[in-house]
């Protein structure tokens, strides 16, 4: 329940299965937005959000969307932040509610059709003459990046950063705001989550 609710764009806490007080206030924000009885505790509120609906774990569903095209990070059995995004970012290209998981949302996921592949990004700042957009890994570590290591990661991405500098300049801050929107992660400057979501190791 605990995943289901963070997918869902709400905030349960630790994903820990313990019912703590930010996981049912999380629980009463989904109630009220669905027109659910507050403090419902019957099987009308975990249908709603789809639990028997979930028979798989979250490596799982970071393995299938890492197939599907889309970057949940690392797969590793966590749920945070850059699968949240992945997650949200499949439902949106493939017009699914994000209200609670569905059937319709599971057979999407894990199905083989190519239908459910991410389509190519159509954004401005995308590199449109080139098709193959390489994954970025770096020797650099995440303290000693420096903006040009940066702007060399976001290109990699498909993000245009402009010429490279050794100063942040707009067509860098630009590009970090795309990408920092497209993964979900925090907005504003270079932080260790952005270097993290480019590739950069601890």
């Not at 937005?33 to 975990?46: A, E, Q, W």
């Not at 017009?95 to 190519?114: H, P, Q, V, Y």
């Not at 067509?171 to 590739?199: E, H, M, S, W």
Request: hydrophobic content about 35%; aromatic content about 8%.
């Amino acid at each position: 329940m605990q995943v289901l609710l963070y997918l869902s764009g709400y905030e349960p806490g630790k994903i820990d299965g313990l019912l703590k007080e930010q996981t049912i206030k999380a629980v009463e924000d989904f109630q009220r937005l669905k027109n659910i009885h507050l403090g419902d505790r019957s099987d009308t509120t975990l249908l709603a959000i789809g639990v028997t609906e979930m028979n798989f774990t979250v490596r799982d569903l970071q393995d299938t969307l890492s197939k599907k095209g889309y970057d949940p990070g690392p797969i590793d059995d966590i749920i945070g932040p850059m699968t949240r995004g992945a997650y949200v970012e499949f439902l949106q290209n493939n017009e699914l509610s994000s209200m609670g998981l569905s059937a319709e949302i599971r057979n999407a996921l894990f199905s083989d059709d190519a239908k459910y592949q991410k389509p190519l990004n159509t954004d401005p700042l995308f590199r449109q003459g080139n098709t193959f957009v390489p994954s970025y890994s770096s020797s650099v570590s995440l303290k000693k990046a420096t903006i040009s290591d940066v702007q060399q990661a976001l290109r990699a991405k498909g993000y245009d950063p402009g010429p490279n500098a050794d100063i942040m300049t707009p067509p860098t801050a630009d590009a970090l705001y795309l990408f920092q929107c497209d993964k979900k992660l925090p907005i504003g400057g270079i932080n260790y989550d952005t270097l993290r979501a480019l590739g950069f190791k601890e």
